[in-house]
Structure formats: C-alpha cells, structure tokens
C-alpha cells in the first residue's frame, strides 16, 4: 500500500489564505475526489503536490512499501486541465520529453508502450501530427497518455475530461480504475459532480483552504456533495433561465450583426445566415466537426469567413473573442491587474505622452475586480495564484472592458465551480442587456439552457436546426431537441 499525508499545510498569496492548516491523508486502491468551490485551494494543493509550489508551513509525505519517498514531486503525475504540451512537436516527440535516451542513466521510452497507450486512448492515428494541429481534445488526451508512461505512485487528474466526449470520459475513467487497481494513489479534481458518483469511492471537500468534509461510498450524490459545495454560497445560486429570458428578449429590431450566407474559407461549414440581435445569447451547438467551434471562431475574428460571393468577410461591428483554453487567454507572467488592463488601448490607461499610467491602471484594476466578482488578495497578486473560475472572470472582465458590440466565447464555464459559472452567467447577460450581442460555443446541454436565448445547431458544417429557448421548460427536452437536430431526425425549427 502506498500512503501519501500531508499535516499542517499552509499557503499564503499576500493576504489571501490558499491553504490554512490542511491536513490530508490518503491511500492507493481507490479513485479520491477532491471537491470544492473556486478559491477554495485545490488548484494549489495539486501545484503543491507536483512541486509546483513550497508551502509556507507543514510537511508532505509519500510512504511506500520500502519506506518514504525524498522527494515526493518525482512521484507525482498529473493531468492538467490545460493540457501543458509543446505544440511545435510531435505527440509522439510529447510523449518522449523528459525521458530521452542517455549515455547514462534513463534509456529512452519503449515505442511499444507508446503506442499500446495511444491505441488505447483512440489518439494512434494523430502519432506524426504537430500538437498544434490537432484539437483541444486530443491534446488532452496527449497529457493523459504522458502521464500514464511515467511510472508515478500518485496521478492527479484535475478536469481531465473537460475537452472529451461522453464515450471519452467513460475510456479515461476505465482507465483511473486500472491505475487505482494497480495500487496508486488517483486524485480527481473537477467541477462535474456526476464524475464523482460515478468513479470515486471517498470525496473530500475542500473549502477556505482546508478539508472540511468527507463523504463516503453510498452516501456520495450529486445533492450530497453540492450541499457541501453550496452551503457558503447560497446567494450565487444560478437564476431561473426562463424568469430571465423575458426581460433579455425585449430589445432592438436592428441586428449587431448579419451572416449571409456565409462560409468557412477552410470548408469546417458553409451558407449560415444568421443575425445576431442585441440583448440576445446565441448558443452554438454541435459535435466537434459539425462547424459549430468554427462558426464561433469566425464570429470571433479568430478564422477567415466569406461571404457568398467568395469575398472574405469584414465586420463593420467590433469583436471580442475567448478562446476555451485559458492557456491562450491568460497573460501567464502578468499580474491579475496587468491582465484586466493589457487589451485596453493608451486612452484608457494612458496618461500624458500617451505613456502608460500606473495609476490609472490600478484604478481600473480595483473596479474591476468588484464588478467582476474576482476573488483575489490584491490586483498585484500574479493571475497563477488565483484559482480557475476566478481567472476566468479576470479573462471575462478583461473583453468586456473593451467596450466592444460582440462577445464570442468558447465554453464559458469550462472547469468552472457552480458559484463561479452563475457569476458568468449574470455578467455575460449584463453585456447583452446594454444592448449588445453574446456568441457562446457550448458542449454542455447543461451550459446551453442555463446561458442561452436561442440556440443554433449545426451538423457537418450546415445549420440544421434554431431553438428559441422561450419554448423549453426543462434541460431534458432540450437534450432530446438537440440530439435530433444532431443525428437529422429532425429539421424544422423548434420552440
């Protein structure tokens, strides 16, 4: 049996308490859930944990059959939610970082095992392609395989399955079973609580930087653990969609912006006519490959679109875009203050000369922060310190402060808390509320009822089906709408 306890641990980011004390005591042979709201402090046990980070006080300690481990980072293996891969290199090349052949010491990794790994997680074909070619799913699936080669005796796994279909997650969670079967310590951190029904046998919760419950075998739930999750938090509980979408619904007749028949210049989908109101949400939705991403990142600016004519597509409306990876939206080496302030231009955080303003900036800094409901210590603390739901909203915040007519974001609450996600929702129905235009792409029927006016289906590159969401009461009849609309059982328009 491998043991892996930690007494005491503390963290401080300036006046923030990321942990306070936290004790932690875990054993291998079964999968672990580690639960909790953002800021809560597990983004920071698991930097903890990986060697990421030294704690200010307290010990951690790895015990196994032939005693205790010196260092105990070497034995951890971890998945990160943002897949930290090197896209100028191949997957295989990925997989063989860090255990290259040398004259002395480690020989370089067993091609079979590779391969046997790759077969296994359905990534075998993409071997030879460059990571930057390949999508957000797949790259996940890369680190996944990465730290499934490593011989490690604790694997953290944090949102791992964020990026991956249904039938994906259920292969990856066959998967932690092996591990966990295999005698290692397993660690699941993620915001889908249905995750941990289905795969853990002990959750803990974590709050205020320490481990404030434990719920066991039969008695874990989804309403078990989102009691726990929820009971500091009742005032954020997301709103009633449907009380919401008569108030949004009223607006101008003028759209912000009109597609005509438009088409992907790369050929991901063709002829969508569309008109984007103000006060309005738009969902996308489709599988991947069905050019629902694609349409979202045309919208956005982020790919060439044309028009039916051929010629590419201008917008006289102006754009914000967020990517679904935080990796390609957080100034990493930046300040939570610098990345509310560094997409705006000299005449908001300008002074004379048209020289940046310190003063300027940090005032606009702790605006923000209030209006945006980000949990940090200080607009100087650095954006890693804050936790995944609360970047976001600096991320958020940061697009809306360009004062643009469009928002278009990729899975708003991707790995999000359920605190966080109704904080999001609220402001991207405040942006749409002054009379401007939000895009969301969302994979989650869950995201589309509680975040959309109107829903746009696309199925291999085509629109196949609108759904005023004025018509649908409950996320069931949405999932059944949407999956006809998906499998072209049906065409007409719903709602």
Excluded at 33 to 49: V, Y
Excluded at 181 to 199: E, G, K, M, P, W
Excluded at 421 to 437: H, N, P, Q, T, V
Aim: proline content about 3%; hydrophobic content about 45%; charged content about 25%.
């Amino acid at each position: 049996m491998i043991r892996l306890t930690g007494k005491a641990i503390t963290k401080r980011y300036g006046a923030t308490r990321a942990l306070d004390g936290l004790d932690l005591d875990l054993t291998s042979g079964e999968i672990i859930g580690i639960a909790g709201p953002n800021g809560a402090g597990k983004s920071t046990l698991m930097r903890m944990l990986a060697g990421e980070e030294k704690a200010d006080s307290g010990e951690i300690v790895l015990m196994r059959p032939d005693g205790p481990v010196q260092d105990v980072w070497r034995r951890v293996a971890v998945v990160h939610q943002e897949p930290h891969i090197w896209p100028n290199m191949t997957v295989e090349q990925n997989l063989a970082v860090g255990r290259e052949g040398r004259w002395f010491g480690r020989v370089a990794p067993d091609p079979a095992a590779a391969a046997a790994v790759l077969e296994r997680l359905g990534i075998a074909q993409f071997a030879h392609y460059e990571l930057a070619d390949l999508s957000l799913a797949v790259q996940q699936r890369v680190e996944i395989a990465r730290a499934m080669l490593s011989d490690a005796d604790v694997y953290l796994f944090d949102e791992p399955n964020s990026a991956l279909t249904e039938q994906e997650s259920e292969a990856l969670f066959v998967t932690m079973s092996e591990l966990a079967a295999d005698d290692r310590i397993v660690l699941l951190i993620t915001h889908r609580l249905n995750d941990f029904v289905r795969s853990c046998k002990r959750v803990l919760v974590l709050r205020d930087g320490r481990i404030n419950h434990e719920i066991r075998g039969a008695a874990i739930s989804e309403t078990a653990i989102a009691a726990q999750l929820t009971a500091t938090h009742a005032t954020h509980a997301v709103a009633n969609p449907a009380s919401t979408r008569a108030v949004r619904s009223a607006g101008s007749s003028r759209p912000v912006l009109r597609l005509d028949r438009c088409s992907d210049r790369h050929g991901a989908f063709r002829e969508v006519s569309l008109d984007l109101m103000p006060g309005r949400v738009v969902a996308l939705s489709g599988v991947e490959g069905s050019g629902a991403r694609e349409l979202a990142q045309a919208i956005g600016a982020f790919r060439p679109m044309q028009d039916a004519d051929g010629s590419r597509l201008r917008f006289a409306a102006s754009v914000s875009y967020l990517a679904a990876s935080r990796r390609h939206t957080v100034f990493h080496n930046m300040s939570v203050g610098e990345n509310l302030a560094a997409r705006l231009g000299s005449d908001v955080i300008g002074g004379r000369g048209r020289l940046l303003d310190p003063a300027r900036i940090e005032a606009l800094a702790r605006r923000s922060v209030a209006r945006y409901r980000v949990k940090t210590g200080g607009t100087d603390l650095p954006i890693t310190a804050l936790s995944g739901g609360n970047q976001q909203k600096v991320v958020l915040g940061a697009a809306m402060e360009q004062n643009t007519d469009i928002i278009v974001i990729e899975e708003p609450t991707r790995g999000v808390d359920i605190s966080s996600k109704a904080d999001i929702y609220e402001l991207l129905r405040d942006f749409a509320a002054e009379g401007r235009s939000v895009v969301v792409f969302c994979t989650e029927v869950q995201e589309i009822f509680d975040a959309a006016d109107e829903v746009v289906v696309l199925s291999r590159g085509a629109v196949v089906g609108r759904i005023d969401m004025d018509g649908i009461s409950d996320i069931p009849s949405l999932a059944d709408i949407l999956a006809r609309y998906e499998s072209g059982t049906e065409m007409a328009q719903a709602g």
